[in-house]
């Protein structure tokens, strides 16, 4: 409930076409400053400055409604406070949680096309939980703290194709997770199981290109049939025809 003209009115229920003199208010974080021309919608626009010194024109609406109360500070302020509020992400001089550690380098190579390890992640179809993406307490939730602190043990995918997701991840040791790298697993063709070394001697191609052709979703036998110079078009024109 808002005084305005010595007289009182509900915001949100006000009539859109009567237009109300907001100068001067402070409206959340928002104190207006003076009228400001219509925008694109022909909808009333004030000015006004932020608590923290932006200054943004905002509609008459939204104004009242508290649809925004903020530059888009509160908002910005809000999601690091989710990530603080338990002490996990290093800042004030804390140390960083060892599992805050590993799920911000997950979203990073997953979902961070500016990250150097993208390419092997994200840019190759693993994608995240909706719930981890968006949320590190959901993450700890589902995965429960590390067995032991520090480097001991690490974040792995089970089915090295599949996403990061609670049915298909794990802490793992170092060992575990050799075990579990791509290049180890036997891939089989035509009734013969070799690993990703001995598929690329049979091809007859450099097992780095070969291994990426894998990273890259290539079914084993375009990998082995395919001969060395062939581009992911004429991948891709291959697959669609068999």
């Known amino acids: ?31 207006v400053i003076r009228p400001a021309a219509n925008n694109e919608f022909n909808h009333t626009t004030w000015l006004c400055q932020c608590d923290c010194g932006v200054v943004k024109t905002v509609e008459t609406n939204k104004l009242c409604s508290g649809t925004t109360t903020s530059c888009g500070c509160y908002g910005k302020e809000a999601r690091i406070r989710g990530c603080t509020k338990h002490g996990v992400s290093g800042r004030n001089g804390k140390p960083e949680a060892p599992e805050y550690a590993s799920w911000r380098a997950m979203i990073n190579r997953c979902c961070q096309p500016g990250s150097s390890r993208y390419r092997r992640y994200g840019g190759r179809g693993i994608t995240v939980h909706p719930e981890w993406r968006h949320s590190y307490l959901a993450f700890v939730r589902d995965m429960g703290p590390k067995p032991e602190p520090k480097h001991a043990y690490s974040l792995d995918r089970i089915d090295n194709n599949g996403p990061y997701s609670p049915g298909n991840c794990r802490w793992a040791t170092m060992g575990q997770q050799q075990n579990n790298r791509i290049t180890n697993h036997r891939m089989t063709h035509n009734g013969q199981s070799r690993t990703l070394t001995e598929w690329a001697l049979v091809a007859g191609i450099p097992r780095g290109a070969f291994k990426r ?8 036998a375009d990998a082995v049939s395919l001969p060395l110079r062939a581009s992911r078009q004429e991948h891709r024109t291959q697959h669609q025809h068999s």
Do not use: A, V
Request: aromatic content about 12%; glycine content about 12%; charged content about 20%.
């Open 213 to 220: 052709r894998i990273y890259m979703g290539w079914s084993i």
């Open 1 to 31: 409930m808002f005084r305005i003209d010595g007289g009182t009115f509900q915001c949100n229920n006000y009539s859109m076409r009567q237009r109300r003199n907001l100068l001067g208010m402070k409206l959340g974080r928002l104190s």
